[in-house]
T-cell receptor, first 112, second 115 residues
Framework: EDQVTQSPEALRLQEGESSSLNCSYTVSGLRGLFWYRQDPGKGPEFLFTLYSAGEEKEKERLKATLTKKESFLHITAPKPEDSATYLCAVWAWVNSNYQLIWGAGTKLIIKP | DTGVSQDPRHKITKRGQNVTFRCDPISEHNRLYWYRQTLGQGPEFLTYFQNEAQLEKSRLLSDRFSAERPKGSFSTLEIQRTEQGDSAMYLC?????????????FGEGSRLTVL
């Protein structure tokens, strides 16, 4: 069964303390992996698309990487405004159609 | 504001009542999606439109749920005879034709509470 698992469920860091979020997936034929940020009470906001193992994308303090089994979202020297839930999704063939399969997210809290 | 807009933002209703949500996508986007999200979970796919055609509908979706996009612009999602299990955030997203369909623009959602 195609699925996406994110870990940890929650992560508390001090401002400036770098870390990584994990997204592992089991899909038959990856057609794209996507990272989104979601603030409380808001809809998800698109961050990155990764297509193939070895690919990397960067935006400000965030860098996303991809292997054949998982993706990492590295956050360097985070600030309190980086606090949010980070969602991972993969484009997979489900019930005779391509659909996004979403993980449950990692809630990131950055303390000043 | 040229983003995806949803209305109402919050709806509280009693079990058994019908509710309707509206979504206005970004004007040049021809693809429109509805998702449902509960606390601590990722979005769950409900249905997808390309222009006015409803091309996909989740097999998990009850017959009490119906969506329309009559002129290929705004869309409505109606839930009939609401149940407490319908309480969730209902998210609308849009994307333009020709882009990777995993890159979606979401609205701020409509939160439904069924008492």
């Amino acid at each position: 069964e195609d699925q996406v698992t994110q870990s940890p469920e929650a992560l508390r860091l001090q401002e400036g303390e770098s870390s990584s979020l994990n997204c592992s997936y089991t899909v038959s034929g990856l057609r794209g992996l996507f990272w989104y940020r979601q603030d409380p009470g808001k809809g998800p906001e698109f961050l990155f698309t990764l297509y193939s193992a070895g690919e990397e994308k960067e935006k400000e303090r965030l860098k996303a990487t991809l292997t054949k089994k998982e993706s990492f979202l590295h956050i360097t020297a985070p600030k309190p405004e980086d606090s949010a839930t980070y969602l991972c999704a993969v484009w997979a063939w489900v019930n005779s159609n391509y659909q996004l399969i979403w993980g449950a997210g990692t809630k990131l809290i950055i303390k000043p | 504001d040229t983003g995806v807009s949803q209305d109402p933002r919050h709806k509280i209703t009693k079990r058994g009542q019908n509710v309707t949500f509206r979504c206005d996508p970004i004007s040049e986007h021809n693809r429109l999606y509805w998702y449902r999200q509960t606390l601590g979970q990722g979005p769950e796919f409900l249905t997808y439109f390309q222009n006015e055609a409803q091309l996909e509908k989740s097999r998990l979706l009850s017959d009490r749920f119906s969506a329309e996009r009559p002129k290929g612009s705004f869309s409505t999602l109606e839930i009939q005879r609401t149940e407490q299990g319908d309480s969730a955030m209902y998210l609308c997203a849009s994307s333009p034709q020709g882009t990777n369909t995993g890159e979606l623009f979401f609205g701020e959602g409509s939160r439904l509470t069924v008492l």
